[in-house]
């Protein structure tokens, strides 16, 4: 199924959260905290201003995003758990450097 969100609406797949804690200890799933943290999937046309004007969004596919912790709402597309949310509730584009480059 292809999904296209409106307006200013922005599509996420979150992050893999860590299963093993610094100390090596192993987290269940019901008990790891979410990340903050996702990758851009799908975005809107943009929102419109007062005389109509659509203004396009400053997210795009592909980029990785960090997001407040109870924003969006969960849904599940073709089985993939995501998230959809105004781009107004993203926090800001997640660039890596060259160093975390190497080190992936």
Do not use: Y
């Not at 200013?8 to 019901?30: F, L």
């Amino acid at each position: 199924m292809k999904f296209r969100p409106l307006h200013d609406r922005v599509v996420i797949r979150r992050a893999e959260g860590d299963t093993k804690s610094k100390g090596g200890i192993i987290i269940p799933d019901n008990a790891k905290e979410k990340p903050q943290e996702g990758e851009v999937i799908a975005v809107g046309p943009g929102s419109r201003d007062e005389s109509g004007k659509l203004i396009p969004l400053d997210v795009k596919a592909g980029d990785a995003v960090l997001f407040g912790k109870w924003s969006g709402t969960e849904v599940k597309i073709d089985g993939e758990d995501l998230l959809i949310m105004r781009e107004t509730d993203i926090m800001g584009i997640v660039e890596k450097t060259e160093a975390a480059k190497k080190a992936a």
